[in-house]
């Protein structure tokens, strides 16, 4: 065997065991950063989680006025902050629970007067950390919206029903899916929370609780201590806040069952009544109509989930918190409070780190298929030297 053939051969497998060994170093380093599971769990387990999609977060930052100073000094804000709470809290829980196993992807909602604002806010996020999706451009929107194109609904009920409706096509069935307004803020790990996450089974859902704060029921109940219900029969989720609903894989809450409920709650009439306890007064605005998105999948998923009715449950009040006050308790809150917060990326979970490893795993490929090119040449002279020899 010529020598030059084994020399090119021993150089292009020890450069490429040494690229591997540090991109696994680098994997290791990085994880730890993560809280990545375990290194150490099965196989088996691990193989299951790599196969299944991850948990998608749904956000929206929509503007149907094209109110640019509202869009620069509150939605955009409200956004960057959500966004940076649930990377500092929600993600590590996310990542470090073997159920789930990596990050999630984030899936907001744009227009045309709103697109170039998130992106901008997810510049430095990898690629398949997140996805934008611009309603203006979506043919179905206008169908979608089509039963409430002359509701009187405001600008901001507008886009709730617009991104409830928008769920239904955009987001996948076979993943977990946590819908979340911009004013949740993750201030917490909620280890709980995903730990009930990972343990619901398919077609079930998890949600907090929108607490009603004026006045008291018939027996003398603060209504803050009840779960308030539709007032109407069916299968309900009772309490449940449009904020924040957690979905398992499976469950399906189909367009005509959303556009349905919310029909039948714009043709009652508009008083404090169409719930129990009655309604705050917040209830009247928009036209009467505000929360029309949140009170109709009280109904949608209360119907949709398995058994119906009872395969929805609402999280401790205390600790995932609507509006105040906070408690010492309080791990995730859903108010107008601003809380600072930096967001921190680690390079491995930035652009430049996504092509990091792209130009490694290149580097890699390219050795490899040097390796092979000198062990065909290996081949091929000790077949020659053969046939001289013979």
């Not at 901008?120 to 990898?126: A, C, D, H, I, S």
């Not at 003398?220 to 309490?239: F, H, I, L």
């Not at 008083?271 to 917040?282: A, G, H, N, V």
Request: hydrophobic share 40%; net charge neutral; aromatic share 8%.
């Amino acid at each position: 065997m010529p020598a030059t053939a084994l020399w090119a051969l021993f150089a292009a497998l020890f450069i490429s065991a040494g690229a591997y060994s540090n991109r696994q170093r680098n994997f290791a380093e990085g994880s730890s950063d993560r809280n990545v599971p375990d290194l150490s769990a099965p196989l088996l387990i691990r193989a299951q989680v790599a196969q299944q999609p991850p948990v998608q977060v749904r956000f929206s930052l929509l503007q149907p006025s094209n109110d640019t100073a509202s869009l620069r000094n509150i939605q955009v804000p409200f956004l960057r902050t959500a966004l940076c709470w649930a990377e500092t809290n929600l993600v590590p829980a996310i990542t470090a629970s073997p159920a789930f196993g990596r990050a999630p992807q984030y899936v907001v909602y744009t227009d045309n007067h709103t697109h170039s604002y998130a992106q901008e806010t997810y510049r430095q996020f990898p690629r398949h950390r997140y996805k934008l999706v611009n309603l203006d451009l979506d043919p179905r929107d206008a169908i979608r919206m089509a039963p409430f194109r002359d509701t009187p609904l405001d600008d901001k009920n507008r886009a709730s029903v617009r991104r409830t409706l928008a769920d239904s096509d955009h987001l996948s069935v076979q993943s977990g899916r946590l819908l979340l307004g911009t004013d949740v803020k993750f201030l917490h790990p909620p280890r709980d929370f995903v730990e009930a996450a990972s343990k619901l089974p398919r077609e079930q859902a998890i949600y907090m609780i929108d607490r009603f704060w004026e006045g008291e029921t018939v027996d003398g109940q603060p209504v803050s201590k009840v779960k308030y219900r539709m007032n109407r029969s069916g299968p309900q989720c009772p309490g449940l806040l449009g904020d924040f609903i957690y979905l398992s894989p499976g469950l399906q809450v189909t367009l005509e069952n959303l556009q349905s409920k919310m029909t039948w709650y714009i043709q009652q009439p508009r008083t404090l009544d169409r719930t129990i306890p009655r309604c705050p007064q917040s209830c009247l605005a928009s036209n009467g109509l505000h929360a029309v998105d949140q009170f109709a999948l009280v109904l949608a998923l209360g119907e949709a989930v398995k058994p119906a009715g009872e395969g929805c449950f609402a999280l401790d009040a205390e600790a995932y918190s609507h509006w105040y006050p906070r408690t010492p308790r309080t791990l995730v809150t859903h108010d107008k409070a601003m809380d600072e917060c930096t967001l921190h990326l680690s390079l491995s979970e930035t652009l430049d780190g996504e092509d990091g490893k792209r130009k490694m795993l290149l580097a890699t490929a390219s050795l490899l298929l040097l390796a092979a090119s000198s062990l065909a040449c290996m081949f091929a002279d000790e077949m020659h030297w053969g046939e001289k020899r013979g």
